[in-house]
């Protein structure tokens, strides 16, 4: 599972409307991508730094993930994700491992990619994605 680099930070916003220009000015460059992930109950903001993507996160729904992570923490880092040659294949090498998986099979994640969640408790405390194209 050996991951090539941090694929992108996910960061849980309030608002797209009032993040992104924010973080355009902050990282001199633009949003490149806009996206609803319905099944995530969040809207995301792309942007990209050398070969690593920050993630923005929106919530469309205050009982999605996002909204429950900003009703219980507020804003900020929300999980780190690394991206490996197979997301589905890295799942199951953590699962071995006897990691916690919060995703036993990858889904579609924002941009097409192939995506896995590990649960935060086996993971010292960070929410971890892994990703593939
Ligand atoms: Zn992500």
Redesign the pocket.
């Known amino acids: 599972m050996k991951p090539s680099h941090i694929e992108?930070l996910?960061i849980a916003v309030k608002s797209l409307t009032e993040s992104i220009p924010y973080y355009e000015k902050l990282l001199g460059t633009q949003c490149y991508n806009v996206e609803e992930v319905k099944d995530q109950h969040v809207k995301t903001a792309f942007f990209l730094i050398g070969q690593t993507k920050i993630?923005l996160l929106e919530s469309t729904d205050p009982e999605g993930p996002i909204g429950k992570f900003i009703e219980k923490k507020g804003e900020g880092i929300h999980?780190i994700?690394f991206a490996v040659e197979n997301a589905i294949d890295a799942l199951t090498e953590a699962g071995t491992m006897g990691l916690s998986l919060i995703d036993k099979v990858a889904r579609k994640?924002?941009e097409g990619m192939n995506?896995g969640f590990l649960h935060p408790k086996s993971t010292h405390g960070v929410l971890i994605?892994f990703?593939s194209k």
């Open positions: 992108h996910g993630e999980h994700a994640g924002a995506i994605e990703c």
